[in-house]
């Protein structure tokens, strides 16, 4: 069997505001319009994506969130209505996916093997979290392909953030040797936001762009800081500040999405392509990524 690889890597946030706007069938709520310059970065991340041939995603969310160790959906596949929980007037989506059963057990054996506590989810009935389906539907609308879906446990809040910074770089390694030994070609999604401190009421007309705005200078400045790194290759450094960002941009990357995949891909040191930034009630979200591949071709 060949090697498998990791062939791209992104970060990949989930507002179901960009969802609501994409109006998929899938979801029952319209909207008009609405966060375009997210929505044409997803676009483009999919154009880029549609060049490169893999067999599966693999998604780390923030809102599957377990505080006794790192789960792994389980069960091949899922089927039911995902309403979020504080914007249900925008996100009532019908889901119809499959599971890689295969490759998340195998990425929890690695694991267990490194030391960390994992569980895999084999309840049929459980209700997938909006984190994984959204940033799996926006980058890949068709869900032709399996996911693996990992779950954030959340130990920013449970212990403190440099134990969510060690956890999350031996989930990244085993993740990576997991896909190496399969002989699968996988695509990382990190499920957050950057900065995320939000707005607290909501516009009568959710998609009046009017209202949509930056919250704070501070946050922004930070935002781009990181974005900065990324574009620079300095990925490393995007770590090493983690703590830091986490607690000045109550960023949504305390859930540990972004420090696992940046272990996951060995900290790049190509420079990341920048797809798109915008804000969401506020909150800061960059789509952007790392192809491997790109990087070979054009040495
Ligand atoms: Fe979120």
């Known amino acids: 069997m060949a090697e498998g690889q990791i062939v791209a890597g992104f970060l990949a946030p989930h507002p179901p505001h960009l969802i ?10 319209k909207a008009e ?25 693999i998604v780390h969310s923030p809102h599957w969130q377990t505080y006794v160790g790192t789960h792994f959906l389980g069960v091949p596949h899922f089927k039911s209505l995902s309403v979020d929980p504080v914007f249900p007037n925008l996100f009532r989506f019908h889901y119809d996916l499959n599971v890689d059963v295969e490759l998340a057990e195998a990425i929890h054996d690695e ?20 984190g994984t389906i959204i940033s799996s539907h926006l980058t890949n609308p068709s869900w032709d ?23 999350m770089v031996e989930l990244g390694q085993a993740t990576r040797r997991a896909v190496e030994k399969s002989g699968k070609r996988a695509v990382l ?13 909501e516009a009568e007309v959710p998609e009046d762009m009017s209202r949509e705005h930056i919250y704070h200078h501070g946050q922004y400045l930070w935002d781009m800081k990181i974005i900065d790194l990324a574009k620079r290759g300095c990925a490393r450094e995007i770590h090493d500040i983690m703590p830091e960002f986490i607690e000045q941009a109550i960023s ?5 999405s972004l420090s696992w995949l940046l272990a996951s891909l060995d900290y790049p040191t190509m420079p990341a392509e920048l797809y798109g930034y915008g804000s969401v009630i506020g909150t800061g979200n960059a789509v952007m990524g790392w192809i491997p591949e790109t990087a070979e071709a054009k040495q």
């Open 20 to 29: 609501y706007a994409e109006n998929p069938p899938q979801n029952e709520p």
């Open 33 to 57: 319009c609405g966060w375009e310059v997210l929505r044409w970065g997803y676009e483009r991340l999919r154009k880029d994506l549609s060049k490169i041939d893999y067999d599966v995603i």
């Open 111 to 130: 694991s267990k093997e490194a030391g960390l506590v994992v569980k895999m989810m084999r309840n049929p009935d459980f209700r997938v979290d909006y």
């Open 145 to 167: 392909k399996p996911i693996v879906s990992i779950s954030s446990n959340r130990s920013t809040s449970y212990y403190n953030v440099d134990v969510m910074q060690e956890k």
């Open 189 to 201: 999604l990190s499920s957050c936001s950057l900065s995320h401190r939000h707005f607290t009421t």
């Open 252 to 256: 949504e990357t305390d859930a540990g």
